[in-house]
């Protein structure tokens, strides 16, 4: 039996460009309240989108999930310039220039079908004003099928958003329980804003729920099955310790030295070989190095049997 190497990429890039929270940014300029404790919403955006586009090529990755590409304009960009290597595309197709959309765009190399975009029932706080949910698409690879979820899950750490995002990963489960059979592989990217660890390595409750939900459709966190040893593997996509771009989008996050995993790829009936996450997606700015975005992307190679 012979398998195929998939590379897969998942990042959330925190791009605002070209929608209205972005041009929030303006606003507070015109106010004379920009200070390095009022956070930003864009830096640099055209230039750090130009600038992944140029990451991704040189990886050469088979599917890209992205995060937080929150215009339209910025989307189309993704796909056009990625379009020779990476040739299909989903996303939510929100064309509401009044709604922030899901953000989410999955680009990849095989053809897709059976697509779909399903909105979050249940989002609180400032999610509720978006259209956070989830993309599935079936890629057809040689005579073999994989299903691809991609998302990005309620944020904030408050009573009613660790509810709401609890309430986002079972409807998560429901549907790629339904859109599957139990011998179609399938990988799930993305952002989901849940802690894997705390301070002290240890497992936090949230977390410990998503393997609990996302096990009764026999999928693993594939990182965490790679690096088990929480001490020495963080896996931090969430770093104000390292991240230069944290003290500029998140001032407080940056204060404080947040550190966080929080973005993943559970995956089941393909092996994981790798999952690493890369500090290599920096650009040159006036302020020195930079990062791409305030997440490191989670970059992994698995065998499709």
């Known amino acids: 039996m012979t398998s195929t190497t998939l590379h897969f990429l998942s990042y959330n890039v925190h791009l605002f460009l070209g929608t209205v929270v972005g041009n929030f940014d303006l606003v507070t300029k015109f106010l004379n309240k920009v200070s390095a404790d009022v956070p930003r919403q864009k830096y640099e955006d055209s230039k750090r989108l130009d600038s992944i586009i140029a990451e991704v090529q040189k990886i050469n990755p088979d599917i890209v999930g992205f995060s937080e590409v929150w215009a339209n304009d910025s989307k189309k960009k993704f796909i056009s310039g990625l379009k020779s290597q990476l040739e299909y595309s989903v996303w939510d197709k929100n064309e509401d220039p009044l709604e922030m959309g899901s953000g989410l765009l999955l680009l990849s190399r095989y053809p897709l079908s059976d697509v779909s975009f399903t909105k979050y029932n249940r989002l609180s706080g400032s999610d509720s004003k978006s259209q956070k949910g989830f993309l599935m698409a079936t890629a057809k690879i040689d005579s073999q099928k994989l299903l691809i979820v991609h998302t990005h899950t309620q944020a904030d750490d408050n009573n009613d958003a660790i509810e709401a995002r609890k309430d986002n990963i079972n409807q998560l489960h429901s549907s790629i329980s339904s859109a599957a059979d139990r011998s179609i592989p399938v990988i799930l990217l993305g952002d989901l804003n849940i802690i ?7 497992s936090t409750n949230e977390y410990e729920f998503l393997c609990d939900i996302l096990k009764q459709s026999q999928m693993f966190d594939s990182y965490r099955t790679l690096n088990p040893n929480t001490a020495l593997d963080l896996g931090y996509t969430c770093d104000a310790v390292n991240n230069r771009l944290i003290k500029y989008f998140a001032p407080s996050d940056a204060k404080k030295k947040v550190r966080q995993r929080l973005d993943y790829m559970f995956a089941r009936g393909i092996t994981p070989t790798s999952v690493t996450v890369p500090k290599t997606f920096t650009f040159q700015t006036s302020d020195g190095t930079m ?13 499709l049997p």
């Open 196 to 202: 894997g660890e705390n301070e002290s390595d240890t």
């Open 291 to 303: 990062d791409l975005s305030d997440h490191y992307p989670l970059d992994g190679h698995f065998l």
